[in-house]
C-alpha cells in the first residue's frame, strides 16, 4: 500500500489546482513517470522512482490525475543530472535522469505488467533486459538517424517575452524537434546527446544558411512554406553521412540547390545529399519525388559483417552497435540450420534475412514496400549471398500456398515476422496459423518494437495453437520508453499442450535474472 503523504480533499475527487506530496514508484511506458495519490493514479512528465515531490495537478479523468511537480522535496539515490540542455522541454530522452540500471529494471517491470494476462494463462520467462555495454552500444550518440522538423512557430523553452530570445534567436524560425503535445511548434535543437557526433554541426550549419539565405520554414498550421525536414544518416561502420533535405515546392524552391551546395561546403563530412519535395499536408519526413544533389544517393553501413546500402527512404535500425545485438537474439532463437528454410516476413531492406543466410539453405523476404525490397537484392548480391530471395507484395498472397507455388518456393521450416509498431495484420495472424496447422512454419520468432501490440498479436497466435516459449527484451534506445523484444513460440496446436524438447535449442545462455515479477525500483 503506497503511503498516503497528503490527505485527500474532503467530500469530493481531486481536481485542477490541489497541490499534494507523493513519491515516485515507477516509470511509465510512454515516458514520464508515475506515482499514488490515495486511489489515484498521478501521470508526471518527469520523475525518478524514489523521489519525494510536491505537486499540482493540472487534469483528473477517471482513475488518472496528471500533475506539475512544483518542488522536489527528497531525491532519488538512483538520479542523475541529464546530459541535455533540452531535457525539460523535449521529452525525447525522458529517463535520461535516472541511472541507467533503474531504466533497464523498469522496462522489464513494465513489460511483464503488459504480460501478465497472458503469462497468467501460459506461463513463459521474461529474460532481463539486454542493453548498453552489454550490447555494445554507447548510451549517448548512438543513433545514426535523426529526423528535424522546419517550424515557423520555435517552442519557447524559457518562455522568454521579447521577439528575440537570449540566444538571439527569431521565434519564426526553428529546426529541431516538436515539442510534447505541441504539433504546431518546433523545439530549437542546438545539440541532441543521442544523435551522432558529426551530424551536430550539420544540424547548425542547416538552421544557419536557412536563415542567411531567407529560406522560409514550413508553418505547421498554415501550410506554407519552403523548409520542411532535414533527416541525417550515418554508417556507423563507414563513417559515410547522408542528408535528406524535404521541402515544399513554393516559393524559394529554385534556391535549394545553392542551398545544398553551400551546406556540403561548410560541411565537409557530408557524403551525399538528397533534396525531396513534397506537397501534401501531412507532416512526414519523405518527399514525393526525390533528386540526388551531392554524391550517390546512399551511403553504406556495415552490420554483422554485411554491407548494406542505406538511402534517404531506407528503413534500417537507427542503432547499429545494439542492433547487432538484437539480430544474434534473433537469430539463437531462430535456431536455423543448414537443411531448413527461413521466411523473413516485414523483411525491410533484407537485414535479418542476410544475416541469417549463411546458417540456413534458404530463406525467403517478403515484403510490401518495393524499394525496400530492390534494396534488399541489391545488398545479397553486393554480399555476394545466393540463397536468399526478396519478394515485393502482400504476403497473404505472396507466401500463400498458390504464391509460393507461383515463386517455386518451397515450404518454410522457420518464420521470422518483424512488424512495423501497429503489429500484425488479424489477416496475418490467421495466416501464421493455417501455415502452421498444414505444417509450415512451426517455429516462430517475433521480433517487436512495440509490445503492446505484441501483446494482443500474441494472444491471438496462443489462442491459434502456438506456445510462447520465453522473451528476450533488448533495448536499442536508452534513455526513452521504447523497448525491442523477441519472442520465442512453436506451434503445439492445442493451446495447453506442452512444448517441445527441440524447441529450447536456444535462449539466454544464463537466466538468473527471469524473475517475471516487477523489481521494486
Given at each position: 500500500?503506497?503511503?498516503?503523504?497528503?490527505?485527500?480533499?474532503v467530500?469530493?475527487?481531486?481536481r485542477?489546482d490541489?497541490?499534494?506530496?507523493?513519491?515516485?514508484?515507477?516509470?511509465?511506458?510512454?515516458?514520464?513517470?508515475?506515482?499514488?495519490?490515495?486511489?489515484?493514479?498521478?501521470?508526471?512528465?518527469s520523475?525518478?522512482?524514489?523521489?519525494?515531490?510536491?505537486?499540482?495537478?493540472?487534469?483528473?479523468?477517471?482513475?488518472?490525475?496528471r500533475?506539475?511537480?512544483?518542488e522536489?522535496?527528497?531525491?532519488?539515490?538512483?538520479?542523475?543530472?541529464?546530459?541535455?540542455?533540452?531535457?525539460?522541454?523535449?521529452?525525447?530522452?525522458?529517463?535520461?535522469?535516472?541511472?541507467?540500471?533503474?531504466?533497464?529494471?523498469?522496462?522489464h517491470?513494465?513489460?511483464?505488467d503488459?504480460?501478465?494476462?497472458?503469462l497468467?494463462?501460459?506461463?513463459?520467462?521474461?529474460?532481463?533486459v539486454?542493453?548498453?555495454?552489454?550490447?555494445?552500444?554507447?548510451?549517448?550518440?548512438?543513433?545514426?538517424?535523426?529526423?528535424?522538423?522546419?517550424?515557423?512557430?520555435?517552442w519557447?523553452?524559457?518562455?522568454?517575452?521579447?521577439?528575440?530570445?537570449?540566444?538571439?534567436?527569431?521565434?519564426?524560425?526553428?529546426?529541431?524537434l516538436?515539442?510534447?503535445?505541441r504539433?504546431?511548434?518546433?523545439?530549437?535543437?542546438?545539440?541532441?546527446?543521442?544523435?551522432?557526433?558529426?551530424?551536430?554541426?550539420?544540424?547548425?550549419?542547416a538552421?544557419?544558411?536557412?536563415?542567411?539565405?531567407?529560406?522560409?520554414?514550413?508553418?505547421?498550421?498554415?501550410?506554407?512554406?519552403?523548409?520542411?525536414?532535414?533527416?541525417?544518416?550515418e554508417?556507423?561502420?563507414?563513417?559515410?553521412?547522408?542528408?535528406?533535405?524535404?521541402?515544399s515546392?513554393?516559393?524559394?524552391?529554385?534556391?535549394?540547390?545553392?542551398?545544398?551546395?553551400?551546406?556540403?561546403?561548410?560541411c565537409?563530412?557530408?557524403?551525399?545529399?538528397?533534396?525531396?519535395?513534397?506537397?501534401?499536408?501531412?507532416?512526414?519526413?519523405?518527399?514525393?519525388s526525390?533528386?540526388?544533389?551531392?554524391?550517390?544517393?546512399?551511403?553504406r553501413?556495415?552490420?554483422?559483417?554485411?554491407t548494406?546500402?542505406?538511402s534517404?527512404?531506407?528503413?534500417?535500425?537507427?542503432?547499429?552497435?545494439?542492433?547487432?545485438?538484437?539480430?544474434?537474439?534473433?537469430?539463437?532463437?531462430a535456431?536455423?540450420?543448414?537443411?531448413?528454410?527461413?521466411f523473413d516476413?516485414?523483411?525491410?531492406?533484407?537485414?535479418?534475412?542476410?544475416?541469417?543466410?549463411?546458417?540456413?539453405?534458404?530463406?525467403?523476404?517478403?515484403?510490401?514496400?518495393?524499394?525496400?525490397?530492390?534494396?534488399?537484392?541489391?545488398?545479397?548480391?553486393?554480399?555476394?549471398?545466393?540463397?536468399?530471395?526478396?519478394?515485393?507484395?502482400?504476403?497473404l498472397?505472396?507466401?500463400?500456398?498458390?504464391?509460393?507455388?507461383?515463386?517455386?518456393?518451397?515450404?518454410?521450416?522457420?518464420?521470422?515476422?518483424?512488424?512495423?509498431?501497429?503489429?500484425?495484420?488479424?489477416?496475418?495472424?490467421?495466416?501464421?496459423?493455417?501455415r502452421?496447422?498444414?505444417?509450415?512454419?512451426?517455429?516462430?520468432?517475433?521480433?517487436?518494437?512495440?509490445?503492446?501490440?505484441?501483446?494482443?498479436d500474441?494472444e491471438?497466435?496462443?489462442a491459434?495453437?502456438?506456445?510462447?516459449?520465453?522473451?528476450?527484451?533488448?533495448?536499442?534506445?536508452?534513455?526513452?520508453?521504447?523497448?525491442?523484444?523477441v519472442?520465442?513460440?512453436?506451434?503445439?496446436?492445442?493451446?495447453?499442450?506442452?512444448?517441445s524438447?527441440?524447441?529450447?535449442?536456444?535462449?539466454?545462455?544464463?537466466?538468473?535474472?527471469?524473475?517475471?515479477?516487477?523489481?521494486?525500483?
Amino acid at each position: 500500500m503506497t503511503e498516503l503523504l497528503t490527505p485527500m480533499p474532503v467530500g469530493r475527487k481531486p481536481r485542477r489546482d490541489d497541490i499534494f506530496e507523493c513519491r515516485v514508484t515507477g516509470l511509465r511506458r510512454r515516458g514520464g513517470a508515475s506515482a499514488r495519490w490515495g486511489e489515484f493514479d498521478v501521470e508526471l512528465r518527469s520523475g525518478v522512482p524514489g523521489e519525494l515531490l510536491r505537486c499540482q495537478v493540472t487534469k483528473r479523468r477517471g482513475g488518472l490525475v496528471r500533475a506539475r511537480i512544483l518542488e522536489l522535496l527528497e531525491p532519488s539515490p538512483r538520479a542523475l543530472a541529464p546530459a541535455c540542455v533540452h531535457f525539460a522541454d523535449c521529452g525525447g530522452c525522458s529517463f535520461q535522469d535516472s541511472a541507467y540500471d533503474l531504466q533497464l529494471e523498469q522496462l522489464h517491470a513494465r513489460l511483464v505488467d503488459l504480460f501478465r494476462p497472458l503469462l497468467a494463462k501460459h506461463d513463459f520467462p521474461v529474460a532481463a533486459v539486454l542493453g548498453g555495454e552489454a550490447l555494445g552500444s554507447p548510451l549517448f550518440g548512438y543513433r545514426n538517424k535523426m529526423d528535424y522538423t522546419f517550424g515557423a512557430k520555435r517552442w519557447i523553452e524559457a518562455e522568454l517575452e521579447s521577439e528575440v530570445g537570449t540566444e538571439g534567436r527569431p521565434r519564426d524560425f526553428a529546426l529541431g524537434l516538436h515539442a510534447p503535445g505541441r504539433h504546431d511548434k518546433v523545439l530549437d535543437v542546438t545539440t541532441c546527446h543521442i544523435s551522432f557526433e558529426s551530424g551536430r554541426p550539420i544540424l547548425s550549419a542547416a538552421r544557419e544558411l536557412g536563415l542567411e539565405l531567407g529560406l522560409a520554414p514550413w508553418d505547421l498550421v498554415g501550410h506554407t512554406g519552403l523548409l520542411r525536414h532535414l533527416v541525417l544518416r550515418e554508417g556507423v561502420r563507414t563513417g559515410e553521412v547522408l542528408v535528406y533535405l524535404v521541402t515544399s515546392s513554393q516559393e524559394g524552391v529554385e534556391r535549394i540547390p545553392e542551398y545544398a551546395a553551400q551546406l556540403v561546403e561548410r560541411c565537409p563530412q557530408i557524403t551525399t545529399l538528397v533534396h525531396g519535395v513534397r506537397d501534401a499536408i501531412s507532416s512526414v519526413a519523405e518527399g514525393e519525388s526525390d533528386v540526388v544533389l551531392h554524391g550517390q544517393g546512399h551511403i553504406r553501413e556495415v552490420l554483422g559483417g554485411v554491407t548494406f546500402e542505406v538511402s534517404a527512404r531506407s528503413f534500417f535500425q537507427t542503432n547499429t552497435n545494439a542492433a547487432e545485438g538484437l539480430f544474434k537474439v534473433v537469430a539463437e532463437e531462430a535456431c536455423v540450420t543448414q537443411d531448413e528454410v527461413v521466411f523473413d516476413l516485414y523483411c525491410g531492406a533484407g537485414s535479418i534475412a542476410l544475416l541469417v543466410a549463411g546458417s540456413a539453405r534458404e530463406v525467403w523476404g517478403f515484403e510490401r514496400v518495393e524499394p525496400a525490397v530492390e534494396d534488399a537484392r541489391r545488398n545479397a548480391t553486393a554480399a555476394g549471398i545466393t540463397n536468399a530471395h526478396f519478394v515485393a507484395g502482400d504476403v497473404l498472397e505472396t507466401a500463400s500456398a498458390e504464391g509460393l507455388a507461383k515463386l517455386g518456393a518451397p515450404d518454410a521450416d522457420v518464420v521470422i515476422v518483424d512488424p512495423p509498431r501497429a503489429g500484425l495484420h488479424p489477416g496475418v495472424v490467421a495466416f501464421l496459423i493455417e501455415r502452421a496447422q498444414a505444417g509450415s512454419g512451426q517455429r516462430l520468432v517475433y521480433v517487436s518494437c512495440n509490445p503492446k501490440a505484441a501483446a494482443t498479436d500474441l494472444e491471438a497466435l496462443v489462442a491459434g495453437g502456438y506456445r510462447v516459449l520465453r522473451a528476450r527484451p533488448v533495448d536499442l534506445f536508452p534513455h526513452t520508453p521504447h523497448l525491442e523484444c523477441v519472442f520465442t513460440c512453436e506451434y503445439v496446436g492445442v493451446p495447453d499442450a506442452p512444448a517441445s524438447a527441440d524447441a529450447e535449442c536456444a535462449g539466454p545462455d544464463s537466466d538468473p535474472d527471469t524473475d517475471k515479477e516487477p523489481s521494486d525500483g
